[in-house]
Every structure is written in C-alpha cells, then in structure tokens.
C-alpha cells in the first residue's frame, strides 16, 4: 500500500467494492467492520472531498458509540481495535507507518510505551490507544496516554479515538 494513491474523489461511488474498502484501508486502518460498515456509504454517496467521506465514516462511528446495543458496542471496538499499538514496528496501513516512524524508536521510552500500551490495553479491552501523532513528538503523546488510562472512562475513550 505504500505506492497507493488515492482515485478522485468524484469515482469513488462507481468503483467496485474492492476499491472502495482499499480506499478505506487507505485513510483508516485495515478493518473488515470498517468495510462492512462504510463500503456501501462510499457506494450510495457522493462526497465533495475526502475530509467529507471521512466525517461522514466519523458520523457512522460515533453512531454505534452512542448506541445501547452490546452489538453496536462489539462492533466499534473490532474497527477501532485494528489499529496498530503505538510503537509497533509492523504497521499496515501506510499512514501509521508515517505516524509510527515519526516517534521513533529505542532508549528507556521505548519499554515505558510499550508498558503504556500494556496499562492502556487492560484499563480499556479490545481497544488500542489511538491519537493523530503528526507533528507530535514521543513525550507529548506518552503524557496523552497516561492521562487518558488514569481517566478511565471506555465510552469517552471510544470517542476520543473516533474523533482522530
């Protein structure tokens, strides 16, 4: 995926279903209930940019967060929990290799993000941390981490991962 471009946006409804869940491996991360979810959306709607297909995927995520249903629960938490552990050297969308080879990598920080990413994963199950990393560096986003573990509200982490 790492040559992959982007179509226009203006196609995106007429490709086959295969295209339109490489476009969301693309922007996301690989998720088969991010395609079963979104797939059809990319088919049905014709968005104006991509910012505007990915708020509206946002606007489907936010919906199962706020549902009742256990299901719905279930189900988010499968889309978000394909997202690769901050640090981790294999990464498969092209995205979070960038994002992951901003951070950087070896010394102490290196054990101390992979104990987060421990306390993180037991504080919220079937969840991985997720943050936009651009531009932040390991400290700032370690701090982030910590003080959302010692938070420890799931429904509010789900959307704080959702808005990213």
Same mark, same amino acid.
């Given at each position: ?14 490709? #086959? ?19 079963? +979810? ?16 990915i ?5 489907? +995520?936010?919906?199962?967060?706020? #549902?009742?249903?256990? #299901? ?8 978000l ?23 950087g ?25 997720v ?34």
């Amino acid at each position: 995926m790492t040559d992959y471009t982007l179509p226009t946006i203006e196609t995106v409804p007429n490709l #086959s279903t295969p295209e339109r869940a490489a476009i969301l491996d693309h922007l996301f991360e690989p998720s088969i209930p991010l395609h079963t +979810l979104s797939v059809k959306l990319l088919h049905e709607k014709d968005f104006p940019s991509y910012h505007d297909m990915i708020a509206s995927i946002g606007v489907q +995520l936010t919906e199962l967060s706020e #549902s009742t249903s256990t #299901s719905d629960t279930e189900w988010l938490e499968k889309i978000l929990g394909a997202h690769p552990r901050l640090g981790e050297k294999k990464v498969d969308s092209a995205q979070s290799r960038q994002e992951q080879a901003q951070l950087g990598t070896g010394g102490t920080e290196e054990s101390e993000l992979k104990r987060l990413n421990d306390d993180y994963e037991k504080t919220f199950p079937n969840l991985r941390y997720v943050v936009f990393v651009n531009g932040r560096g390991r400290q700032e986003i370690m701090a982030d981490m910590t003080s959302r573990i010692g938070r420890a509200d799931i429904r509010a982490e789900r959307l704080e991962a959702i808005k990213v």
